[in-house]
């Protein structure tokens, strides 16, 4: 998968949509794992008892399909939009801009990344928006009805990829101290 593709294909709007919401998804997920070192100890517990690799991902598609949708826009917006509505997923977008304006930024800078230091960039403003409050958006998000009947049908059609486990453990390594590698 290449992390930082972009592109559009008018010709392919589902399948080039597609991947451009797998690889924002893929930013997203890069950019929160490596925010976890970062995290005070009681957003880390939290995030671990919210947050599964798993639902990370599904997470991650939903957010990065918002940010496609509603601040990107244009054409593959629109793509990414249908795509999710298939899903059900509009619910979740009144959430997510009701208490995601602290997320927005790191959202943005994730999207927008097209270095691994701009991910890094994007990760200390993850954890800046959790310890400012942005648990509470993830957990709304995560135990949200919508986010729980749609998350494994996301799955299904967008596998957890088997580098963000081995990322996540990593980092958890990392954040309790055991982990003295430089693989992130």
């Known amino acids: 998968m290449d992390l930082f593709y972009k592109g559009y294909d008018p010709a392919a709007p589902v399948t080039s949509g597609a991947q451009h919401l797998s690889a924002a998804a893929a930013r997203f997920a890069v950019s929160i794992v490596r925010s976890i070192p970062q995290l005070p100890e009681a957003a880390w517990i ?4 919210l947050l599964t690799v798993d639902a990370l991902w599904s997470l991650c598609l ?3 399909g918002w ?6 826009g244009g054409f593959i917006g629109l793509a990414v939009n249908a795509l999710l509505i298939a899903y059900g997923l509009v619910e979740l977008w009144e959430q997510i801009q009701d208490v995601g304006h602290a997320l927005r930024q790191w959202a943005v800078t994730a999207y927008e990344a097209t270095t691994d230091a701009a991910l890094d960039t994007a990760a200390q403003h993850f954890a800046t928006a959790l310890a400012q409050g942005g648990l509470t958006l993830l957990e709304v998000l995560v135990t949200h009805r919508v986010f729980r009947a749609v998350e494994g049908k996301l799955r299904e059609r967008f596998p ?3 580098w963000l486990r081995t990322q996540y453990e990593q980092a958890a390594a990392l954040y309790q101290g055991d982990f003295m590698g430089d693989d992130l």
């Open 67 to 72: 940010v496609l949708a509603t601040v990107v």
């Open 46 to 49: 939290q995030f671990q008892r």
């Open 62 to 64: 939903i957010l990065a």
């Open 160 to 162: 957890s990829p088997g």
